[in-house]
């Protein structure tokens, strides 16, 4: 692939592999754990956040947790007791039977291994259930974590933290911790304590035969060491890779209009082959690794085995060690190599449960650009007037570019505003700054004489309501659609919503009416038809300030018409801040602020504004007249 085939790539297809590609501004932030290029003493405090977050998810289940521990080191202790009776066995049970004395010792040595094999199984299948259950309560509470916190990020976090990483956070990074917990957690468990308890047994039973045993541990601290380093590297980049797969992926469905529109498919999928491949790379590599350790832990446990059963023999050729202690030690022996590729085996999962907890405790860290108040002023009065000011209000997406500078304004409560200008003039930015989507850099945004930032925030969304261009319609029925905002709504109150706006008709010549299933974001409604729906849900939250984003601008001319008419119900007895381009919306206003780079340069009703010649807002309805004609 070229250069440009790869700059085209970042800057058309996939946002995450744009955002991949950037240096994080801060190490700390949630940029930080999608890169594999980390200094080591970042990598520390990403790692002391990944154990933060997993303390606090296993905190509630420490009781749970050592009884888990107790039930497998006496299955453990069950298991290691087998080889050792089976020396027994051989030692104190053949010879007598040999001999013709009976073969009581034999029988009960049998029986006793009976009772730890049956010991060894109940301890496990206990074991298996509690880890079980704590495993999946602690991917319910992760999992809760997450989607609370995606909800509690202001919008500044979602517009530069694209939906597809949303997406693989939630679904990709807690799956890697699932396969931890399902597959491997209990196996590492059984390892460690088979590998601690073999050693031990292994010098009790012979000193000098265990010593030259463990002459192949340093062999296996260096392989095992250079695989943790190598391993973590490799499944940290595969979370990256899997995050910028799933990120083009879900671009490309969500604008698969326009990818058809315009015959973006061939360029698109040449996108998500390369991304693709980088993942397929990245696993192609953690693979490797674990193709080349696993075969290392075997070739040091078998060399290490033929050479036990050598010095052994020759040891006991000589009678300084009895055949069944030879026959317990091998065993042992091979039982401690074996956990060696259990906990390899366990270390794949691990790696890519560590990348996916991460890149998780990272989220959940992250701090919201508009946060609640630590202790929250309630309004002077239960119901919100809705009076707004704006404060000598600066503010800017980049800090050294303000969009506004020192806007001072005032909204009479239940006064209409209207406010046009050209693109980029700052319209939007005063709707979120009102809704507090965003805190003003210097200033403040009054809600009733009272600083939006001391509100917190369920009064804030009681009294303040925005309705944007995109009118979102979500999965459910109409019904579902319109008690949005207002949950409790019985369906006369629904009904009653609808009627004001004059949205009534349309729903009820649906199929099933108020009860008509709506998919796909409302693809089978027309954009009036969705627009209306948005009203209806803001006419029955019934807030004392609504905030219009280009709310006509996406509709046909009857489309207009009849939401304009469902504008002037809703809009009666409330405080409304309405941007628009379509004149035509303007006209219900009492007010038309004009923006120019940030500043209001014209103020005043539509009738005085249109009576000034020279005037910009003038200037504006008569292009509007012209086209109309």
């Known amino acids: ?57 296993l905190r509630p289940h420490r009781t749970a947790l050592w009884f888990a521990l107790g039930v497998v080191l006496i299955e453990n202790a069950a ?5 050792y009776l089976v020396a027994v066995g051989i030692d104190k049970g053949i010879p007598p ?36 259950r704590i495993g999946q309560q602690l991917l319910l509470e992760l999992r809760r974590r997450v989607f609370r916190q995606f909800q509690r990020l202001s919008t500044a976090f979602h517009d530069r933290y694209t939906s597809g990483r949303v997406i693989s956070r939630s679904t990709s990074d807690v799956d890697a911790i699932e396969e931890m917990m399902d597959t491997g957690f209990d196996g590492l468990i059984t390892a460690v304590l088979t590998l601690v308890g073999t050693a031990v047994l292994l010098l009790w039973l012979d000193p000098e035969l265990g010593l030259v045993a463990l002459v192949a541990f340093p062999f296996l601290a260096l392989l095992t060491r250079w695989f943790r380093r190598e391993s973590a590297k490799a499944y940290r980049r595969t979370r990256e890779t899997v995050a910028v797969v799933i990120v083009h992926f879900v671009e490309t469905m969500t604008g698969i209009r326009a990818v058809q529109a315009f015959r973006r498919e061939p360029r698109n999928e040449q996108i998500f082959a390369d991304v693709n491949d980088d993942y397929r790379a990245a696993n192609e590599r953690a693979f490797r690794l674990h193709g080349l350790f696993m075969p290392g832990i075997k070739l040091i446990g078998n060399i290490t085995i033929a050479i036990v059963l050598l010095y052994g023999a020759y040891r006991a050729f000589h009678g300084d060690v009895t055949v069944g202690v030879l026959t317990a030690f091998l065993i042992y022996l091979r039982a401690f190599f074996e956990p060696m590729q259990e906990i390899s085996q366990f270390y794949n999962t691990f790696q890519s449960a560590s990348a996916a907890l991460e890149k998780l405790s990272g989220v959940l860290e992250e701090e919201p650009d508009v946060p609640e108040p630590a202790h929250p002023t309630p309004l002077p009065e239960a119901q919100a007037r809705g009076q707004i000011c704006l404060d000598d209000v600066t503010f800017g ?22 406010v046009v200008g050209a693109t980029g003039a700052g319209k939007t ?50 019904a579902d659609n319109i008690r949005f905002g207002r949950p409790e709504a019985s369906f006369d109150q629904v009904r009653a919503a609808a009627e004001a706006i004059g949205a009534h008709d349309f729903i009820a010549a649906l199929p099933e009416g108020y009860d008509t299933p709506v998919e796909s974001r409302g693809a089978r409604l027309s954009a009036g038809q969705r627009q209306l729906v948005a009203f209806a849900r803001a006419f029955l939250a019934d807030p004392a300030v609504l905030i219009l984003d280009e709310a006509t601008s996406s509709l046909d001319v009857p489309s207009e018409r009849l939401v304009q008419r469902a504008l002037r119900t809703i809009l009666a007895e409330r405080t409304a801040v309405i941007i628009a381009h379509r004149l035509s919306t303007v006209e219900i206003a009492d007010r038309v602020l004009v923006l120019e780079h940030g500043e209001v340069v014209e103020d005043g009703s539509p009738e005085r504004l249109i009576a000034r010649a020279d005037g910009r807002f003038a200037g504006l309805h008569q292009a509007w007249l012209d086209s109309l004609a």
Do not use: C
Request: proline share 4%.
């Open 1 to 57: 692939m070229t250069a440009t085939d790869t700059t085209t790539r970042t800057s058309q297809g996939s946002g995450a592999a744009q955002e991949e590609s950037q240096p994080p501004k801060d190490w700390r932030g949630v940029a930080a754990e999608d890169r594999d290029d980390i200094p080591d003493q970042v990598g520390l405090l990403l790692r002391d956040r990944s154990r933060r977050l997993l303390g606090s998810l």
């Open 79 to 83: 298991r290691l007791a087998i080889p």
């Open 97 to 132: 039977m040999v001999a013709g004395e009976g073969s009581g010792t034999l029988v009960l040595i049998t029986g006793l291994v009976g009772i730890a094999v049956v010991v060894q199984a109940v301890t496990r299948l206990t074991f298996l259930t509690i880890a079980g």
């Open 397 to 418: 997406y980049v800090a050294e570019r303000p969009v506004v500078r020192g806007l001072d304004l005032q909204v009479p409560a239940g006064q209409t505003i209207a």
């Open 429 to 478: 930015t005063i709707a979120k700054l009102v809704s507090r989507f965003y805190d003003p850099s210097a200033g403040r945004v009054t809600l009733d004489d009272g600083d939006l930032r001391d509100l917190d925030d369920a009064t804030l969304r009681r009294h303040v309501v925005m309705v944007t261009q995109e009118n979102f319609v979500f999965a459910g029925t109409i």
